[in-house]
């Protein structure tokens, strides 16, 4: 029943962060290493580039519809008319760059930061930033539980989603305990999302497919599509029944690619859609940072 169509054909380096905007019904992604953010109008069956920036490894939506970029060690505001402005750097010192980034209930946004000593960030509404932990190999994917009592967080390397108790009233993390395991010869979990059931979809690097997780954990379906480097995954569509995913044409994970992974096939780069009747998502949290 499920029917997957490639809809912007891309030669994304590391296509990442898909996010649903329902203020003007578009789903926005970012090539992370070129600094390009790009819409996708299923409408019109058109994707544009909306803005070329600096490395940008995530961003989230802010409360006014305008986007929050945490890029480089650097934190821009990105206006709907296209106009970037660079808000805060020196971020993440003896990191590279920010990679998945979730912006909670309360506004505040959750940032992991990689290569070096991969460690997570929580930036808050008053302006404070706090670092959380240390010690991640690749800080990926983030989503809630349902209830908000539970914060979702990936480890790529470690082929691990973790579950947390999440204090929504403070944004504390505690409790980390392993949710589901990523078998060694699919690849790598990358971003992921939550679906209206609280069912958890990751999309896997390197193994071709989404898995959905039950909320104990045990695995409900596999998803394969026709491309084996499938980096993020989120809910579009006027109903939120649209299952949009980015996929990347990049090597630089090769050194983590299992040997079930035939390198000679298609890695990707364009924005996938996949449609499964019954299905519903959600809308992401909005970040409610200010700045001067």
Same mark, same amino acid.
């Given at each position: 029943?499920?029917? =997957?169509?490639?809809?912007?054909?891309?030669?994304? %380096? =590391?296509? %990442?962060?898909?996010?649903?905007?329902?203020?003007?019904?578009?789903?926005?992604?970012?090539d992370i290493?070129?600094?390009?953010?790009?819409?996708?109008?299923?409408?019109?069956?058109?994707?544009?580039?909306?803005?070329?920036?600096?490395?940008?490894?995530?961003?989230?939506?802010?409360?006014?519809?305008?986007?929050?970029?945490?890029?480089?060690?650097?934190?821009?505001?990105?206006?709907?008319?296209?106009? &970037?402005?660079?808000?805060?750097?020196?971020?993440?010192?003896?990191? +590279?760059?920010?990679?998945?980034?979730i912006a909670d209930p309360e506004g505040r946004v959750f940032a992991g930061a990689m290569e070096g000593n991969g460690r997570?960030?929580?930036?808050?509404?008053?302006?404070? &930033?706090? +670092?959380?932990?240390? /010690?991640?190999?690749?800080?990926?994917?983030?989503?809630?539980?349902?209830?908000?009592? /539970?914060?979702?967080?990936?480890?790529?390397?470690?082929?691990?989603?973790?579950?947390?108790?999440?204090?929504?009233?403070?944004g504390n993390l505690s409790n980390r305990r392993v949710f589901a395991e990523i078998?060694?010869? +699919? /690849?790598?979990?990358?971003?992921?999302? &939550?679906?209206?059931?609280?069912?958890?979809?990751t999309a896997i690097w390197f193994g071709s497919r989404l898995k959905r997780f039950a909320p104990d954990g045990s695995l409900d379906r596999d998803v394969f599509l026709p491309a084996t480097q499938i980096s993020s995954v989120t809910f579009g569509g006027r109903d939120l029944a649209d299952i949009y995913v980015t996929s990347t044409a990049s090597t630089t994970a090769d050194r983590w690619r299992p040997s079930a992974c035939d390198a000679g096939a298609f890695r990707g780069g364009g924005l996938y859609r996949v449609r499964i009747p019954g299905l519903r998502g959600k809308l992401p949290f909005r970040s409610r940072l200010r700045f001067p």
């Open positions: 029943m499920e029917t =997957i169509d490639c809809v912007a054909t891309l030669n994304c %380096e =590391i296509g %990442e962060n898909p996010l649903w905007h329902s203020a003007d019904q578009k789903v926005y992604f970012v290493p070129k600094g390009i953010v790009y819409s996708y109008d299923d409408t019109k069956k058109r994707s544009d580039v909306f803005c070329r920036t600096r490395v940008t490894g995530g961003f989230t939506i802010q409360e006014d519809g305008s986007f929050l970029l945490f890029q480089d060690g650097h934190l821009a505001t990105l206006a709907l008319d296209g106009t &970037v402005r660079e808000r805060l750097s020196g971020l993440c010192p003896g990191n +590279e760059r920010f990679n998945d980034v997570l960030f929580r930036f808050d509404p008053d302006g404070s &930033v706090t +670092e959380l932990f240390d /010690g991640i190999g690749v800080p990926n994917g983030m989503g809630f539980t349902p209830d908000l009592r /539970g914060m979702y967080f990936i480890d790529s390397p470690a082929r691990t989603i973790y579950l947390f108790d999440y204090e929504r009233e403070t078998p060694l010869n +699919e /690849g790598l979990p990358d971003g992921m999302t &939550v679906d209206a059931d609280g069912y958890v979809w």
